[in-house]
Nanobody
Framework: QVQLVESGGGLVQAGGSLRLSCAASGSFFSIALMGWYRQAPGKQRELVATIASGGITNYADSVKGRFTISKDNAQKMVYLQMNSLTPEDTAVYYC??????????WGKGTLVTVSS
């Protein structure tokens, strides 16, 4: 059973920074892609950033230049460094894992609140 656990969310003032972490546990063979999504109140879940097994990254236009996704070599952890936060970044942030066999897993999310 694969489990993804996010941490690092919290309350921060506009202009501040947070670093989210996602720990993956359980048995899985090959990870194709890991990423972060977010869902703001009343809105659909949206892509924030992804990182492929080879290290290629992809970002939503709204976070380019402010957020950085990274992972450790064992691909058991993925991080999201968030800088220059704005109130529009307020959301529940979810960790996502897509395996090479097509299976997809989600974490339960961590709340990020940015005050103005």
């Amino acid at each position: 059973q694969v489990q993804l656990v996010e941490s690092g969310g919290g309350l921060v003032q506009a202009g501040g920074s947070l670093r989210l972490s996602c720990a993956a546990s359980g048995s899985f063979f090959s990870i194709a892609l890991m990423g972060w999504y977010r869902q703001a109140p009343g809105k659909q879940r949206e892509l924030v950033a992804t990182i492929a097994s080879g290290g290629i990254t992809n970002y939503a236009d709204s976070v380019k230049g402010r957020f950085t996704i990274s992972k450790d070599n064992a691909q058991k952890m993925v991080y999201l460094q968030m800088n220059s936060l704005t109130p529009e970044d307020t959301a529940v942030y979810y960790c996502n894992q897509k395996l090479a066999n097509g299976m997809i897993h989600w974490g339960k999310g961590t709340l990020v609140t940015v005050s103005s």
